[in-house]
C-alpha cells in the first residue's frame, strides 16, 4: 500500500523560510515523478514543482520560481520542498503527489497523493 506522508508545515512570518518533506512508503520517489501540489482556502488546487522520475530535471511553477526548489532524497525515499521568501496571504495545505508518468502540472495526471500539511503565513 502506497503512503505519502508530508510534514513541517506551520505558521511562519512573511519572508520566512520552510521546508517541507514527504516520507514515502510502498513506492521508490526515484521511479516515480514526485510532485507538490497547494490549495489555498477557496480556491483551486495548485501545481507548484515536480521532479521527473530517473532523473533530476524539475518543473517549478512560475508563481514560485526563483523562491522553491524540489528535491529527492533516493536513500531516505523522501522528497522535500524548500520555501523561501514566503508571502503574506499565502497560507495553503500543501499535498505530496506520485505519478509514474513525466513531468506534468495536472493533478489527474497524479495517482497517489498524501494527506497534506499546513502552511500559513502571517504578515
Known amino acids: 500500500q502506497v503512503q505519502l506522508v508530508e510534514s513541517g508545515g506551520g505558521l511562519v512570518q512573511a519572508g520566512a523560510s520552510l521546508s517541507l518533506s514527504c516520507v514515502a512508503s510502498?513506492?521508490?520517489?526515484?521511479?516515480?515523478?514526485m510532485a507538490w501540489f497547494r490549495q489555498a482556502p477557496g480556491k483551486e488546487r495548485e501545481f507548484v514543482a515536480c521532479i521527473v522520475k530517473t532523473s533530476v530535471r524539475t518543473l517549478i511553477a512560475s508563481s514560485v520560481k526563483g523562491r522553491f526548489t524540489i528535491s529527492r532524497d533516493n536513500a531516505e525515499n523522501t522528497v522535500y520542498l524548500r520555501m523561501s521568501e514566503l508571502m503574506a496571504g499565502g497560507t495553503a495545505v500543501y499535498s505530496c503527489?506520485?505519478?509514474?508518468?513525466?513531468?506534468?502540472?495536472?493533478?489527474?495526471?497524479?495517482?497517489?497523493w498524501g494527506r497534506g500539511t499546513q502552511v500559513a503565513v502571517s504578515s
Open positions: 510502498g513506492l521508490t520517489v526515484g521511479d516515480y515523478t
Open positions: 503527489v506520485a505519478s509514474i508518468s513525466g513531468s506534468s502540472t495536472f493533478a489527474s495526471s497524479y495517482i497517489h
